[in-house]
T-cell receptor, first 110, second 117 residues
């Protein structure tokens, strides 16, 4: 069953703008991961944030985690056309097997 | 970095035939591999967990006789879709956990698109 739900389902922005995607989940987690999937391709791991962490950065990516609200956000700053992809959050409830949400489809217009 | 390959990348078959998909970890040993399926614009749904040298563990609702999984070595797992039907058409993705790495990290293959006519 799905654990994480991303919001919005689709996001369309101009190059240079920031893109923010949110993920909400239902049960307590050990960690939460964000992945990117280009159309018709496999998944690329972006970042992992553990339940005792509140924020992590990786290049132009910033991930926050609020365990009290059971939510996470992924911020992509200064977006580029190459960032066009689907973004998924995946939660680990302790089995070390991620459960994926439906994803956010991001389109960055050049 | 860790690389996982899948073969074939695309396959078209007739209804009733069986299709085998291979998942290989190219530069690491994978004691555990996972098989997912993904419908268009949908999430990845875990089908089964494959452990080297033992039987696969299937998720609820996944028919083990329909989706045969074999994990014969530390670098290869195969998924065979038996007697495929059009409703089995989907994107199948495998992932592998590095034996030497942490339990939290999986490396994903590029996926196999199956179309059953």
């Amino acid at each position: 069953s799905q654990q994480g739900e991303e919001d919005p389902q689709a996001l369309s922005i101009q190059e240079g703008e920031n893109a923010t995607m949110n993920c909400s989940y239902k049960t307590s987690i050990n960690n939460l991961q964000w992945y990117r999937q280009n159309s018709g391709r496999g998944l690329v791991h972006l970042i992992l944030i553990r339940s005792n962490e509140r924020e992590k950065h990786s290049g132009r990516l910033r991930v926050t985690l609020d365990t009290s609200k059971k939510s996470s956000s992924l911020l992509i700053t200064a977006s580029r056309a190459a960032d066009t992809a689907s973004y998924f959050c995946a939660t680990d409830r302790g089995s070390y097997i991620p459960t994926f949400g439906r994803g956010t489809s991001l389109i960055v217009h050049p | 970095g860790a690389v996982v390959s899948q073969h074939p990348s695309r396959v078209i078959c007739k209804s009733g035939t069986s299709v085998k998909i291979e998942c290989r970890s190219l530069d690491f040993q994978a004691t555990t591999m996972f098989w997912y399926r993904q419908f268009p614009k949908q999430s990845l749904m875990l089908m089964a967990t494959s452990n080297e040298g033992s039987k696969a563990t299937y998720e609820q609702g996944v028919e083990k006789d329909k989706f045969l999984i074999n994990h014969a070595s530390l670098t290869l797992s195969t998924l065979t879709v038996t007697s495929a039907h059009p409703e089995d058409s989907s994107f199948y993705i495998c992932s592998a956990r590095d034996k030497a790495g942490g339990l939290e990290t999986q490396y994903f293959g590029p996926g196999t698109r199956l179309l059953v006519l």
